[in-house]
């Protein structure tokens, strides 16, 4: 929502050296939208994107 990105935004101003990767949070229960990766250390989870910088990850 809008509203949530304003607080983002007031805590965390993105700078030019950003990193933006894939992460795979660990789920092994029952639902279609896991993912499974058999080479990754956790291969079985929910696939999110995460952006970090100078020791801040927002996901």
């Known amino acids: ?3 949530i990105q304003a607080i ?3 805590v965390w101003k993105p700078g030019r050296d950003l990193a933006v990767d894939e992460i795979i949070v660990r789920f092994e229960g029952r639902l279609k939208e ?6 990754k250390p956790i291969p079985t989870g929910y696939k999110v994107w995460g952006a970090a910088q100078r020791g801040f990850l927002l996901v």
Do not use: A
């Not at 896991?34 to 080479?39: A, G, I, K, L, S």
């Open 8 to 10: 983002n935004l007031s």
């Open 34 to 39: 896991t993912t499974t990766v058999p080479n």
């Open 1 to 3: 929502s809008i509203y």
